[in-house]
């Protein structure tokens, strides 16, 4: 089964940084056809999503306000990944990061149905 798998994640300081990569799992399916969103969840909270781009030449870009000026969201798509570049770090941020596939990115997030199904995820955590 063609999935989405998270990685990157680790324990940084307050101010840190860290790049996520969410990948493809299996054969045949390309990113970049998809509009991809970064989730991030905590314990005893929903899922929420972070960030999320679009498809195409512009692949359009959309922050949730906790990212903004700190999260960058982008594609490689000859490596057929999306990374989620994380830069000053700070406790608010550490979570279970997940990707999840949909149809596109507008402001105010991915609209439409999400494809396939949640991932392990990968942990952010912030060292004191």
């Known amino acids: 089964q063609v999935q989405l798998v998270e990685s990157g994640g680790g324990s940084v300081q307050p101010g840190g940084s860290l790049r996520l990569s969410c990948e493809v799992s299996?054969?045949?399916?390309?990113?970049?056809?998809?509009?991809v969103g970064w989730f991030r969840q905590v314990p005893g909270k929903e899922r929420a999503e972070v960030a999320c781009i679009g498809t195409g030449a512009t692949s359009n870009t959309y922050y949730e306000d906790p990212a903004k000026a700190r999260f960058t969201i982008s594609r490689d798509n000859a490596k057929n990944t999306v990374y989620l570049e994380m830069t000053n770090l700070n406790p608010e941020d550490p979570a279970v990061y997940y990707c999840?596939?949909?149809?596109?990115?507008?402001?105010?997030?991915?609209?439409?149905?999400?494809?396939?199904?949640w991932g392990q995820g990968t942990q952010v955590t912030i060292s004191s």
């Open positions: 999840r596939r949909g149809l596109e990115c507008r402001p105010g997030g991915q609209s439409g149905p999400l494809f396939g199904s």
């Open positions: 299996g054969s045949g399916m390309l990113l970049d056809r998809y509009a």
